[in-house]
């Protein structure tokens, strides 16, 4: 990977990380059309970028964040995030697979479009508007929806955790702003396992020119998502998610026709 591919790659996930379109996914789709091979440092490139973006989360909400007097919100969190680190760790090699495989990841982009095309339907009478409301009951059940992204890549974490919200009464920007909430302590665990994983196996990865490469991904998609969260939540508060899963569904259709049909041109 060089400094152009990474950060075209920081574009595709600061814009796609808050959108329920997964950027995991947007990222192994155009990692495969650019020729980057799938090696050690690309794989903790796709992780340690996503965690820059979600700390501009932190950096919106930082006055959330910061107030050490409200425990209550650090504890949903830390409730919230046991499912996905139990299931991320047993299903790890499953995951790996999964992601060398795009063409999996265009069937689930697919399916995850219909579910989209209804979630506003299904849930049409949200009653907890604010954090505070939510209780570590529910905080727990958003917790497992989000394991159902860790299992599927593709899927959109983002999406599931939101639907999770909405499944347990949040309004739309309420299940949102949770999500990305949620994001924070799952990317960083994520983040941290990700680089102990790669310095014990293979310390010559972190070479200076791949740090340097990491540094400016780092940057790229934190300014990216930082100036998309908003537009996110506004456009998700007023339009909810059919759009979404148009987009999801002509994707996936059209990787599955390039994967099928064009066979020198796989992704």
Known sequence: MDYFQAVILAIIEGITEFLPISSTGHMVIVSSFMGIAKDDFTKLFEIVI??????????????????????????????????????????KKH???????????????????????????????????????????????IGFYQTLAVIFPGLSRSAATI???????LTRKTAAEFSFFLAVPTMLAATVKSIYDVYKDSPEVLNTNNLGILAVGNVVAFIVAYASIKF???????????????????????????????PSNQV
């Open 50 to 91: 996503q965690l820059a973006a979600i700390l501009s989360v932190v950096v919106i909400y930082w006055k959330k964040f910061f107030d050490f007097k409200r425990i209550g919100f650090y504890v949903k969190l830390i409730i919230a995030v046991i499912p996905a680190l139990f299931i991320g760790g047993l299903f």
């Open 232 to 262: 996110f939540i506004n456009f998700l508060t007023k339009n909810g998610f059919k759009m979404f899963g148009y987009y999801r569904i002509v994707l996936g259709i059209t990787l599955l026709l390039i994967y099928f049909f064009f």
């Open 163 to 169: 639907i999770g919200g909405m499944q347990q009464g």
């Open 95 to 141: 995951i790996e697979a999964m992601l060398e495989t795009p063409v999996v990841i265009a069937v689930v982009l697919l399916a995850g479009g219909f579910i989209l095309l209804f979630v506003d339907k299904w849930f049409t009478n949200p009653v907890i508007e604010t954090e505070e409301a939510i209780s570590n009951k529910k905080a727990l059940t």
